[in-house]
């Protein structure tokens, strides 16, 4: 099972064994992360599960597809890093990822 860091908006770092297949939100709120709120419940709608990948892993996390990119639209401070978290399913490729947890909510 992939280990993944969840850095929360204090700073604070939590590192959680997350299962293959779930995305990464999912593993989040399993595992009792603050900020990720997933209102849409991880069908790309709400944008309220935005994250940042940790600078490091940009590039093997990959971009975020036409729809999620439209859905991001509806973030706070998007940047080059960001993503939804509901979009990105754990894979053991991620062991060791590092997710920075964006302000979702206003
Ligand atoms: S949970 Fe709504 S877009 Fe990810």
Redesign the pocket.
Known sequence: MPKITFVELNGERKECDVACGLSL?EGAIQNGIDGI?????????????HSYIDDAWVEKVGPANDIEDS?LELALERKPSSR????VEVTEALEGLVVHIAQNDS
């Open positions: 939100m709120l997933a209102i849409c419940g991880g069908s790309c709608a709400c944008s309220t599960c859905t939804l978290t509901c979009q």
